[in-house]
T-cell receptor, first 110, second 113 residues
Framework: GQQVMQIPQYQHVQEGEDFTTYCNSS?????IQWYKQRPGGHPVFLIQ?????EVKKQKRLTFQFGEAKKNSSLHITATQTTDVGTYFC??????????FGTGTRLTIIP | ETGVTQSPTHLIKTRGQQVTLRCSSQ?????VSWYQQALGQGPQFIFQ?????ENGRGNFPPRFSGLQFPNYSSELNVNALELDDSALYLC???WGTGDSPLHFGNGTRLTVT
């Protein structure tokens, strides 16, 4: 079955530094979504990637979908304290339902 | 436009008991998915309801069951509670059964003692 790994599991960065989380799948993905969950909150949709090699930007956030559609990444430039939270990739699973990755927990050192 | 609402927010139950969690979908949405999120983990798909029928199920035992009502609200029922059922239960709504983004509620924190 589909295996989705997200790395790193935890990331501590100084405010102003960049941050990247990677999502890797053992199988080709039809599409992938990214969510952010603040501490004590619920997942909130960020973006959906569908095309091979797709790159989408949202202000300081850059999302990429690999050429082989087996991996994806989220890069945050110049992190701010508001970026704190856990970032999940969520590819469409074998049952055509979203399966969430293990998540990367980002903490910011002011 | 009202968002996804879940009740109760917190619940404490004893092992072996039964629990019912409720979810009202966002207005305009007809599909509800339930996820279980253990502490420090990603949400795990339990099942999805579309037009009052189960439309996909994750790797959860039959003691996890659900319902969807004509107004698209939904219930998650868990029988014979086990300690490992302690988790945040998230409801998410969307339109249709495709790959539309999920809109999550704030969740119900269930503690089984």
């Amino acid at each position: 079955g589909q295996q989705v790994m997200q790395i790193p599991q935890y990331q501590h960065v100084q405010e102003g530094e960049d941050f990247t989380t990677y999502c890797n799948s053992s199988t080709t993905l039809s599409n992938i979504q990214w969510y952010k969950q603040r501490p004590g909150g619920h997942p909130v949709f960020l973006i959906q990637l569908v095309k091979s090699g797709e790159v989408k930007k949202q202000k300081r956030l850059t999302f990429q979908f690999g050429e082989a559609k087996k991996n994806s990444s989220l890069h945050i430039t110049a992190t701010q304290t508001t970026d704190v939270g856990t970032y999940f990739c969520a590819p469409e699973g074998y049952n055509e339902k979203l399966t969430f990755g293990t998540g990367t927990r980002l903490t910011i050192i002011p | 436009e009202t968002g996804v609402t879940q009740s109760p927010t917190h619940l404490i139950k004893t092992r072996g008991q039964q629990v019912t969690l409720r979810c009202s979908s966002q207005s305009g949405h007809n599909t509800v998915s339930w996820y279980q999120q253990a502490l420090g983990q990603g949400p795990q798909f339990i099942f999805q309801y579309y037009r009052e029928e189960e439309n996909g199920r994750g790797n959860f035992p039959p003691r996890f069951s659900g319902l969807q009502f004509p107004n698209y609200s939904s219930e998650l029922n868990v029988n014979a509670l086990e300690l490992d059922d302690s988790a945040l239960y998230l409801c998410a709504s969307t339109w249709g059964t495709g790959d539309s983004p999920l809109h999550f509620g704030n969740g119900t924190r269930l503690t089984v003692t």
